[in-house]
């Protein structure tokens, strides 16, 4: 049988699904504060608050559920105050317009591990030598933070970067793979030059004719591409 | 080859517009074939033009100038894909009756499809709420009469994601009824189908 440490106790769950009194909610955000969260301590247990212990429990585990029982690991930790939140160490994507790329998304939303980072400019440059005329265009990645990026589910590990497919006409704009001017060619050879990087793990992408991407929907008009690191 | 290539991206299209009409026909209440007053809703914001959106510096856009009509909200991209804040909702009202019709009004009313951020299948409509009435609008025969109104879809939005929910879908519905006369001479909704980013 755990034994509780003396301190506060909680009266309901809070987090993901939980009962969320605000009484308990304030207590938790305090917790997370003291362990680095940087929240608003409202009571409130908003998204900030459930991405904060998610963030919390990958002390421990992979696979977060942004939830604090009344009697579980999570709450133990917070109470016995010996854990920190770890806070990403990504880097921003350079702006520079012009290496064989641009961006379509504001630069906060722009930060990806230094891996990712590297593996996107790698492959924009490699890009660049077989087509000096076309810049791959990088939308969002992640937060500086990791903190969740409304309104994707994902885009938090710093490890997700969206490109669009390439157009015929190397136009600086969107596409997707019904229109005319999308460049099945070219952008075929991107993913190949991505499937080429040991850093790659997947990318999605609904045009199955290229080989090496994985249907899902909602990617006509962007790959969302996935690194190792 | 290039005539096999076209013939496959015109293949597609036809396909993509027959699902647009398909989608438009299931969103779409049709009116009554003997009402001669006819009424249907379409959505629309403001975003940029292709010409603003090539080369745009993200991080210091220009205003958003161009109206563009909107089959779906959907945050795919950050510029070329239309996910506006505040979309405008129009109903028309058009006359078919042959005589000048006044002493109209407007009831709309809307709806959201909301459910677990991740689990789109669990979302359920709420109950409809009257957002405005328009009143006393007169539409002459063979004429049209159009009224808009804005839908904050971002406040809806963050009220939601305080319950960790997300607003799948829009719904609009509008009734056409002369003041005082409870029996509408037209009803009509649309659907405005709202997709989060991966």
Redo the contacts between chains.
Sequence with gaps: MAVQPSGPMLLGSVGRHGQNREEDVLVVQQLLNTAGAGIDEDGDCGRGTISAIEEYQRNWTKHPDGKVDRVGRTWTNLLQGKLKIKKAAYIVLPQACGNGYYSYSTMDRQFGTPPTVATLIDVAKLFAVHYPTMQIGIGDMSFKNGAHMAPHVTHRNGRNADIRPLRKDGKMLPTDILKPEYSRDHTSELVDMFRANLNLHSILFNDSTIKGVTHFEGHDNHLHVTMKE | MPTRHYLL?AT??LL?CCATMLACAQNAKPPSADKTVLANISFACLWWS?SQ????N??SPPPKNTEVKLAKW????????P?PDVVDAIVTVNNQTGAALSNLEVEVTVQWKTGP??KASAAVWTSGSVLKQFRDIKVEPGAQQTVRMPVDLKKE?DEL??Q?K?PFALRVSAEVRQIGVAAALSETRADLPI????
């Design positions: 991206q597609a299209g993509c292709e959106m090539e080369g745009m993200p991080n959907e945050y795919s991209d950050p510029i070329g894909v996910h951020s991740r939005m994601e305080k960790n997300w997709t989060p980013g991966d």
